[in-house]
């Protein structure tokens, strides 16, 4: 089996200034997880390791980086997904968790449950021992900035984050093992100015975050108010079936957003280790490691380079 990892940082009108840290970080992703699956770590474990590095770069709205509320609160949403027995683990609203995507993997592999949200999900990390940050630990400068503009009067629709230059990307990754073993893995701090409790499509699977040892995985990003709707990531699994490839597969299923006027991508893996990303914003940060390239990253459209 060839082993494979992908990893994408958001997909958005990422500005030209921000370009080289949007590489940098998803090579830095990859790097630690190819770590781990080249020397014959799982799937599961490759993708948790890619999203945590990417929880640690401020670049990204995920873990250190994310963005505010609207009462100055930082609620962090994660899923991960393991292929082989459709197992899965989610956080959704919780608050002072660095890595939020260790925290979905706890739920799936020590509770009964495959989500836990806001209060409960913090006591489960209380409970288990997790090491709690305030909320200051998880803001950079831009954050607060933009909270101030926000609480000043600005109310412009979400929709127009996904099309003009602003700080954003959810993170994920998506993973094959020398055992065939598929996984995904997707971590956010949510969308601009979202009201308290507001869970989008991350933590869900099947939406933000899908692993099926038959079919493929998938990691999304963009609007999650459409990508639900859609349910995206399982949308671009499903057709994966026939063989079909993660290009086409992946751009069909990008195609039902449409439908919702939805912004956001995906990055796609079947089960032969064929990868691809799909989107329709101006650019998304995303890379691919496997034996036969090495690690290729890329924010534009066209092929990924070293
Ligand atoms: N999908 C995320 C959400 O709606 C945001 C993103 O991907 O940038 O919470």
Redesign the pocket.
């Known amino acids: 089996m060839p082993i494979v990892l992908a990893v994408h940082g958001?997909a958005?009108n990422i500005p030209d200034a921000a370009v080289e840290a949007h590489r940098e970080g998803v090579r830095e992703a990859l790097r630690a997880g190819w770590a781990a699956l080249s020397e014959g770590g799982s799937a599961l474990d490759a993708v948790e390791i890619a999203v945590r590095v990417l929880e640690e770069d401020p670049t990204f709205?995920a873990g250190v980086g994310s963005r505010l509320n609207r009462e100055r609160k930082v609620e962090l949403?994660a899923s991960i997904m393991c292929g082989r027995e459709l197992n899965a683990g989610a956080v959704a609203a919780v608050q002072r968790v660095r890595h939020p995507i260790s925290l979905a993997r706890k739920v799936m592999e020590e509770t009964h449950h495959v989500m836990l949200c806001g209060q409960g999900a913090s006591q489960f990390a209380d409970e288990i021992g997790m090491k709690r940050c305030r909320t200051r630990d998880l803001l950079v400068g831009r954050e607060l900035e933009r909270y101030e503009r926000v609480m000043a009067g600005d109310r412009r629709p979400v929709q127009e984050e996904f099309e003009k230059p602003a700080p954003?990307?959810?993170v994920g990754a998506i993973a094959m093992d020398g055992r065939g073993n598929l996984a995904a893995a997707t971590s956010?701090g949510?969308?601009q100015d979202k009201m308290p409790g507001r869970v989008?499509?991350?933590p869900i699977p099947g939406s933000?975050t899908f692993a099926d040892n038959k079919l493929g995985a998938a990691s999304?990003?963009?609007?999650?108010?459409k990508?639900m709707r859609v349910v995206l990531a399982k949308a671009a699994v499903d057709r994966l079936a026939g063989d079909v490839h993660p290009s086409t597969a992946g751009m069909g299923a990008l195609s039902t957003m449409r439908r919702v006027r939805g912004k956001?991508g995906l990055i796609l893996l079947d089960r032969y280790g064929r990868v691809s990303a799909r989107f329709n914003t101006p650019r998304m940060a995303r890379g691919v490691a496997d034996e036969a390239k090495g690690l290729r990253v890329g924010v534009d459209r066209g092929a990924l380079r070293r």
Do not use: A, L, R
């Open positions: 958001g958005w709205d949403d954003m990307g959810t956010t949510g969308i989008g499509d991350t933000g999304c990003t963009g609007h999650g108010e990508i956001g």
